[in-house]
């Protein structure tokens, strides 16, 4: 079976109804629970994907006057990464038509859903597959960063994907986001302790309890634990925003060079722990560090905003490319061009102006959700 052309053939079949309607009972998502679940792994990014999806659902009731540009950056990502695979948008019925227009048709579906914000890689669940062949999607019912904004409509998306891709609900008991997990895809993940164990989202769960579901749903061997810092930023320090994998052993690393930010001493701290860290099968991780633009005069995009997220180290691997942010520094730029492209020879290096999107305090990673190829 061509499976690209399955995979549109079930989108078909539910865009247009909504999110209730695509929850119906009538849906064939199978759905299992925690303890039934068994021989599940959350793969590499870095493999081969089907798709990647977005929501094009900025509104002015969260993003006041911004919210046109944040979608306009959510358009400019969908086609840039449309060049190399396939996208599908997520958008509220209403938004349809100018979601249409915004992003194009090349390469790019459309799903109707009701939706709060456009941060689908936290909200979305997480794909994980079998040695089968099988999908699955882990819902670790989404609270809104710990009950900091309304995900009324958002916590829902992880069953209504599970539906729209026909892939196996995994239905787990711990409330977490897509964007606090980091894995290499071979046992080995990293995770922020700020972000999971913190009673706004687990509260009564220890450290070893988070380890050991998560261990079992995405079919993990050891957990890097990073401190991370909780009440700075809405998630309470998201690991795609500190640690990321390459490939098993090799991780590039947050390094904030500003001695004003309190990310300073924690991202010292982070790679202090990276550094002497092993991974699952026993390797001594190989560290390279990705320090953010300063911001000042001589960085054109940065300069006037205090509050911009300007993390390069949320970029997104695809099929033949790393989406990653430019800020308009050409040094800090260059740089990250340059790493990346070393680690990840064969692909090209695709750098996209999101400030809109750094302004709510995100990246690349975070508003978008790749789901392997199986």
Request: aromatic share 8%.
């Amino acid at each position: 079976m061509n499976t690209r052309r399955h995979f549109l053939n079930q989108l078909a079949a539910v865009a247009g109804l909504g999110a209730v309607a695509a929850l119906g009972l009538g849906g064939t998502a199978t759905r299992a629970q925690a303890s039934t679940a068994s021989g599940w792994r959350m793969p590499d990014e870095h493999g081969p994907q089907e798709r990647v999806f977005l929501a094009f659902a900025a509104q002015a009731r969260v993003w006041g006057a911004q919210a046109g540009s944040v979608n306009e950056a959510i358009a400019r990502l969908a086609r840039t990464i449309a060049r190399y695979q396939p996208v599908s948008v997520l958008c509220r019925p209403a938004d349809l038509p100018l979601a249409q227009a915004r992003c194009g048709r090349d390469n790019i579906e459309f799903l109707d859903v009701a939706l709060d914000d456009i941060w689908v890689r936290d909200y979305g669940g997480c794909f994980v597959t079998d040695h089968r062949g099988g999908l699955g999607l882990v819902d670790f019912n989404f609270n809104g960063w710990g009950g900091k904004q309304s995900a009324r409509h958002d916590g829902a998306v992880a069953r209504w994907l599970a539906q729209a891709t026909g892939a196996t609900l995994l239905e787990s008991d711990l409330v977490g986001e897509g964007g606090g997990i980091e894995v290499d895809g071979h046992g080995t993940a990293i995770l922020t302790e700020s972000c999971w164990v913190n009673r706004n989202r687990n509260p009564g769960w220890s450290r070893a309890d988070i380890e050991a579901e998560l261990k079992h749903h995405l079919g993990l061997r050891k957990v890097i634990w990073l401190p991370g810092i909780a009440g700075e930023d809405i998630t309470d320090a998201h690991v795609d925003f500190y640690a990321r994998f390459v490939r098993p052993g090799v991780v590039i690393a947050n390094l904030d060079n500003d001695p004003e930010s309190y990310d300073y001493d924690l991202t010292r701290e982070h790679l202090r722990m990276l550094r002497a860290a092993t991974d699952a099968d026993g390797r001594r991780l190989q560290v390279h560090t990705l320090p953010p633009p300063l911001g000042g005069r001589d960085n054109v995009h940065t300069r006037d905003n205090d509050d911009l997220a300007r993390g390069y180290i949320n970029y997104l691997p695809i099929n033949g490319a790393v989406i990653a942010p430019q800020f308009g520094d050409a040094k800090a730029d260059g740089y990250c061009r340059e790493l990346l492209q070393d680690l990840y020879p064969g692909r090209t290096i695709e750098q996209v102006d999101i400030d809109a999107i750094a302004g709510g305090g995100g990246g690349i990673h975070c508003v978008t959700k790749n789901m392997p190829q199986v």
